[in-house]
């Protein structure tokens, strides 16, 4: 009899230490991806908020980058991985813009805000419109007559048909009555690059991205898309401002996992998130340095934000229509 009750103890004792086992969350490193190349809008808040997520979680978080399809490769690989919490997505409006522009082209959507569980959003910026500092355009005014008078002549970069950076863009060039020509990069970081190499005219960024490239002198902004100005740039103008009120956009950044990631893991990813950006750990101090301040939003208010973000990105496609 001691002997089955000791057995039965030690079966109890197994049990419990695997079920602890598999309760304790994360117990190995968490990837996280960023569908873009290194130095995007995407890239630079990931890696500050892997940079805080260890801090909080004993294992690493790491940030991976995987380009292409203007989001669309690392974005899909996400929505394929295991659905455990160990491989998150960091990502921009692509995540409601792409399958729309799919659907506008009567194409099945490889993936769909379905694909995934929101956990928090981390950044909502406007974006700037740049150019190079030795531009001939001073002002946004300047660039609209520029462009007015010679259609389909200034190039523009972004990081592929329907991106984050795309549609700003075409939104700015629709309501200004400018025709541009757009020449797509594998993401927003080779497009800024391109920009100060001389090789095309204009990109759009988050502010996070190109702050310290204006402050150099690199490049220069010339309007952003919000409805009020950027704090970090008080001279730029809004489009908004200069009475092109159907070009605000913004460019937020925010983590997700899986569709049918474990209701639990779910939760503790949530609240470790929500520990790691509102801790005094630099986080927000990091962002504000790059010209971004935080705007971090649990779950329930970044579904929200979502829901309004998705139909006003519907109609502006459906506005838009086709672009090559």
């Known amino acids: 009899m001691k002997i089955f009750k000791w057995i039965l103890g030690c079966l109890g004792s197994l049990v419990c230490a695997a079920v602890l086992a598999q309760a304790a969350f994360p117990n190995r490193p968490v990837n996280i991806v960023v569908p873009f190349p290194p130095g995007g809008a995407a890239d630079q808040p990931a890696r500050l908020f892997s940079q805080a997520m260890?801090?909080?979680?004993?294992?690493?978080?790491?940030?991976?980058?995987?380009?292409?399809?203007?989001?669309?490769?690392?974005?899909?690989?996400?929505?394929?991985?295991?659905?455990?919490?160990?491989?998150?997505?960091?990502?921009?409006?692509?995540?409601?813009?792409?399958?729309?522009?799919?659907?506008?082209?009567?194409?099945?959507?490889t993936f769909d805000r379905s694909s995934f569980v929101a956990l928090g959003l981390l950044v909502a910026d406007p974006v700037v419109l740049v150019v190079k500092s030795d531009a001939p355009w001073k002002t946004y005014q300047e660039f609209i007559a520029d462009a007015q008078a010679n259609p389909d002549k200034i190039t523009y970069g972004s990081s592929g048909a329907y991106s984050a950076s795309h549609l700003p863009i075409e939104m700015?060039?629709?309501?200004?009555?400018?025709?541009?020509?757009?020449?797509?990069?594998?993401?927003?970081?080779?497009?800024?690059?391109?920009?100060?190499?001389?090789?095309?005219?204009?990109?759009?960024?988050?502010?996070?991205?190109?702050?310290?490239?204006?402050?150099?002198?690199?490049?220069?902004?010339?309007?952003?898309?919000?409805?009020?100005?950027?704090?970090?740039?008080?001279?730029?103008?809004?489009?908004?401002?200069?009475?092109?009120?159907d070009a605000e956009f913004y460019i937020w950044i925010g983590l997700f996992a899986p569709a049918n990631t474990p209701a639990a893991v779910v939760q503790t990813l949530r609240a470790d998130i929500q520990k790691a950006v509102t801790m005094d750990n630099g986080f927000v101090q990091s962002m504000t340095k790059l010209g971004a301040v935080p705007d971090y939003r649990p779950a329930a208010a970044f579904d929200e934000f979502l829901n309004k973000d998705a139909e006003r990105i519907k109609a502006t496609l459906l506005r838009i229509g086709k672009v090559d």
């Open 54 to 109: 260890n801090n909080v979680w004993k294992h690493p978080a790491v940030v991976n980058t995987r380009p292409g399809a203007g989001g669309a490769i690392g974005t899909v690989a996400v929505a394929n991985a295991a659905a455990d919490g160990y491989t998150l997505l960091v990502t921009n409006p692509s995540l409601l813009i792409l399958p729309d522009a799919d659907r506008l082209f009567g194409r099945t959507p």
């Open 172 to 245: 700015l060039a629709n309501a200004a009555g400018m025709k541009l020509r757009h020449i797509s990069y594998a993401g927003g970081g080779p497009a800024i690059q391109a920009v100060l190499g001389g090789h095309i005219g204009v990109t759009a960024s988050s502010p996070s991205a190109v702050s310290a490239l204006i402050k150099s002198g690199a490049l220069r902004p010339l309007v952003s898309t919000g409805a009020k100005r950027i704090a970090s740039l008080p001279d730029v103008p809004t489009a908004v401002e200069l009475g092109y009120k």
